[in-house]
């Protein structure tokens, strides 16, 4: 401790003064108050600084993972952080349940005086999309009329530089891509998985071939599943289509990084993948909150507003609906289910990888 | 009572002989046992056992209504069981947490044996969407095939029944049609509305265009949301209009039914409309939830299996994301918000409508 | 409108130069920076802010009540406020999930520097326990040893002049008192009630000896459970043994309006008593989740802190357990179920008063 | 797969026959119809079907223990399996929302008819208590008078063998004691750490006594606060304390095992002691989940019941609320907080054995 011990009151280590003292009613400055602007105003307080907890822990993430080799230690660190984040966001969609007692007659109270401020308009949260991943080409925009000044020249400075910099999806590619478990002595993951992969689509078909007891419109059914899976399995095996989507739009994580990851989900019961797994699985939690909330919002604004127009001049409803859809970032991830075959036609790990993917000390030998 | 007082155990009473002997596990069968199976059977025999009391609540609702006048006793009551089914369904959502412990790679350890099993062939889940008021022309269909023999011919024979007789949606309409006040001696609610309506976006375009301190852009978007909204306030005073929207399935609920809800909306506070707000607002509740629910269900297939299809056939996420939008029932009843102007606008009701609006005895005069 | 139209951006409406700026980490100040101090300032204002909205809230509904006779309408308002402030209140205890994302080593990197900080200094959290009607004397101490200067003398005079005015308690016991159904015409509801137990429970009885198919145990556990019931329904019987209790401490509600809240829970179908009925139960929801959240918060610091002492001095989690069941408020709400008898016992009420109970308008006559 | 592939249909997979057959009202059989009672069955066989969930879990996670050394990668199935039991406590608690939906009044619509039936009855919850590891000697009688046959013979059997076999208590307690590191080469923790909080409470002594800017008698707190923790540290220094302790019935776990996870909490950030980390942490959270599950059903039951006397003859709310406190588990584990000390005063690890805790293949040499 470089200064001394001093005394600290609550009001004072919270600022107080400055936290309840933010709650400006517009209809009390124009003389017609309304009840339920303190709400309205409370509940975007809140969110602002959830959202600043969740900037400081993702941001202290991404640290974690700028600096090249990522610690073992550090991915314990990173998985906590983001479960932080995914409790957090679990909270932003459960206090919609809050705005919702707020009728749309009772907001049309006080909605007036508000124009043309509007959700649109927080930085941190447009902060937050750009750190995780969100390119400014993939955005949906949310207003037909050209709309500069939603931020001033500085904010808007620090958002060009976040999205020149590394996104936490681009830091995950990286660290992915890094994973050297892909080809190890005479181990080629990809080849072997090929294989077993072929083995089962073989056995299923003629199982279902052989089958007595099932429908033809079932055998149908089941051959034509068989044959969609296999053609997702072909994308995965083969580099070139890998990319061509990529060019596409259609994907975001290079071919690498998306072997990895699928390795990393077959084998996340060795204990050197059981923490990256674990962090992979955060990702895909945030990105589905992401999307909850987005929903929920989106519910929520049709139900206060109908069709109406937004106080910012989005086309409300419809627009927060397409970005609950369009704005995800780590889709490839939850993708990789797409690729994942039944455990019991994986191929085995050798011998000596799957020490390599152990502890030094076992318990075993104690 | 009737009969003679017996004795109970707990047991018994609840049938858990029947109830706990009821998972068996196909990969055992197949002697591969998959542990998770277990939480895959059990969760959906949760669903199963609310959707049956959702059923029991939404029935006993739907019988109070199918009388003709509802009794004000009644419309309390029904506001409480609806108030249940609410609380269900945010438990039916939430539960998703539970099933997203279970991983891909996990799911697919037993999920051959199950095919061509599928959540699309409940029985309660369909008699739930067909009771609200989901007609088999705006249902989406799930599968590209042909498909017959998801329901037994009995269980079809209840369903078209239940489609042949009046839905949540239809009891609802016919109750709101009923509502004397719309004309009240000299009140004609819609003409006095249509006025209303009309000085709000006089004085408001004119404020608009005095401002000296909002910029052209601005004043551009608000005097276009004004334009929107006067557009939208033509529908509903057009009967013409409004009845081509439903002819082409826009709209759902009948020009009188609509007004009548708009009514109640802008008058709830009197006492006799209370309640009846109440009712539509756990309407909305229920349509807001069960939009919700298929969302999250759609995140949780997209997880669990990626781009593959469903055991039913179904193409899986894609199918549930678009009847989580097209499914709704009460969109209507969200869509009354576009309508409503703010309370220093409403037309003042005529003192003799507002003492027919309340209680006989009052606490004033006691 | 008195001021002409002007507008506003978000951060400027939301102050958020205020509320952002205003997280001060004193392990960075003391050149120890710990990243979970961001967490607990901001969840610690959150939970203010919160606290500043249910205020409001509350502080707007005890005005209704404050003004001798209460308007239905007004009623109505009440319950959706109540209704807001008991939505918030499960998003204080679900929040707890976040803050044990911190875990207890996490928090000793800068406990040191917060001392003698501590969340029994939060003004708004005392001032909402006074308002809702905790009494000094009621009050568990929360350190032994004196404690003077927690708040500043504004703050204990706002306190002081809070706990010497109404508080809701107060203000609901004396809205009971006036309920005028309690004696109307010949119907002297107290006596007819009286009746009604009596008859219940030698009906009762006599079930019991003369049953055939239950144990004898099992007879006595009935009998000793009807004996039971019997002497709870004496005391509500006895308006001196009322007294008694209120005296002792062991009750806080008048005879009269103990009675009145039965008679609402009792008929609470009739229409006119319907919402005064919600009413109640917003009551014993808010009272109930303040127990909840009493429950969690020590639990919470359990897990944090074991046995350690609280930044303040108190003894941390006994304490809190401790206050979680004294500090109970509408602890004679809840208990009204004790005197509850089944519907099918009821006295039935006079045609006359069922009338007054009803609206001057029926949509059964319609 | 050894059997044939063969169809099967959602009803009949999940055996709904009997699922939904199992709902019979008694207040039906005894010709008084109470809309309510089906939501009390359903609500009761989804909490059973739950436990039977919980049960398949903890029971897998046990096997997993009993087999002496327990694997690194089982101890990744036991957290995943831990954190499912979790999210069903989480929603069992949740539920409760749902049956406090039934008001007291239509609860006494059909309770008599109940007798005696009682929650106290359910064998899973019982063979749950007794399985994580609630013995006899603790639990608390929940009537004054003798009650036997509450279980079949058949039933009792089963608990009494649980009792006698390894409970999750001492399952982890046997894991603890294994751990191998208190002792390592020349590093004997508990020598290591006795010196380190010496030293912590040294320094921390002379920095209240040198502060300028602190109020003597926040000096005093601070004194006696370090007091206390000085005495607490004293107790876990003091071997045969420790051991007095645990023939008092004040803890339960070990010295060794009390030790060891101790040590875990402290070094977590190690890779090889984040799993055990975690996997304590999730043993917390069950006992937490659990002791809030006592307290809401307490509430609950004093909202439903007021001070009747339960069902099955117990005291109610006052049982259920000292079960709340006293059937608490891991009450050693939540109390390891109060041994911590902040990381910047913990001893430093050899470095042989911080690489003993690392994995034998590490990213950064790649």
Redesign the interface.
């Known amino acids: 401790?470089?200064?001394?011990?001093?005394?600290?009151?609550?009001?004072?280590?919270?600022?107080?003064q400055?936290?309840?003292?933010?709650?400006?009613l517009?209809s009390e400055?124009?003389?017609?108050p309304a009840?339920d602007e303190?709400?309205f105003?409370?509940v975007?307080?809140?969110y602002?600084?959830?959202f600043?907890?969740i900037l400081?822990d993702l941001g202290?993430v991404m640290d974690l993972f700028s600096e090249g080799?990522?610690?073992?230690?550090d991915i314990?660190?990173a998985i906590?952080?983001l479960?932080?984040v995914v409790?957090?966001q679990?909270?932003l969609v459960?206090?919609i349940?809050?705005i919702e007692?707020m009728?749309?007659?009772d907001f049309?109270?006080f909605?007036?005086?508000?124009?043309?401020?509007?959700?649109?308009?927080?930085?941190?949260f447009r902060q937050l999309e750009v750190s995780l991943g969100l390119k400014r080409d993939n955005r949906i925009s949310y207003t037909q009329?050209a709309y500069s000044g939603v931020f001033s020249q500085k904010e808007q400075d620090i958002l060009d530089a976040l999205e020149s910099g590394d996104s936490m999806l681009e830091l995950v590619e990286k660290w992915l891509e890094?994973t050297?478990f892909l080809q190890f002595d005479n181990f080629d993951f990809i080849e072997e998985y090929k294989g077993a992969v072929e083995n089962m689509l073989i056995s299923?078909e003629e199982?279902?071939h052989?089958?007595?007891?099932?429908?033809d419109h079932?055998k149908?059914?089941?051959i034509?599943?068989l044959g969609?899976?296999s053609s997702?399995f072909n994308s995965i095996f083969d580099k070139k289509s890998h990319e061509d989507n990529l060019e596409k739009g259609k994907l975001k994580l290079s071919y690498k990084a998306t072997i990895s990851a699928l390795l990393i989900?077959?084998y996340?019961?060795?204990?050197?993948l059981?923490?990256p797994f674990m962090f992979l699985?955060k990702l895909?939690d945030i990105d589905?909150l992401l999307?909850?909330w987005r929903?929920?919002h989106a519910?929520m604004v049709?139900?206060?507003?109908?069709?109406?127009?937004g106080t910012g001049?989005s086309s409300g409803y419809d627009y927060l609906?397409t970005t609950?859809?369009k704005h995800r970032i780590f889709y490839d991830l939850?993708?990789?289910?797409?690729?994942?075959?039944?455990?019991?036609a994986l191929p085995k790990l050798p011998a000596e990888l799957k020490?390599?993917?152990?502890?030094?000390?076992?318990?075993?030998e104690?």
Chains 1, 2, 3, 4 share one sequence.
């Open positions: 401790m470089d200064k001394e011990l001093s005394s600290i009151h609550y009001d004072q280590y919270l600022q107080l400055k936290i309840l003292d933010a709650q400006k517009r400055e124009f003389k017609e009840h303190m709400l105003i409370i975007h307080q809140v602002e600084l959830w600043k907890e400081h202290s080799a990522v610690e073992e230690a314990g660190i906590s952080r479960d932080r409790k957090i679990k909270i459960d206090q349940d809050i007692t009728t749309p007659l049309l109270d909605r007036n005086y508000l124009l043309p401020a509007s959700g649109f308009q927080s930085f941190q009329c890094r050297p299923e199982a279902i052989s089958a007595d007891y099932i429908t079932e149908n059914l089941r034509r599943m969609e899976t997702y989900n077959l996340r019961d060795e204990p050197l059981r923490q699985q895909i589905e999307t909850t929903n929920r519910q049709l139900r206060t507003l109908g069709q109406k127009i001049g609906k609950a859809e939850h993708n990789i289910s797409t690729l994942l075959i039944p455990r019991s020490k390599k993917l152990n502890f030094t000390f076992s318990l075993r104690e």
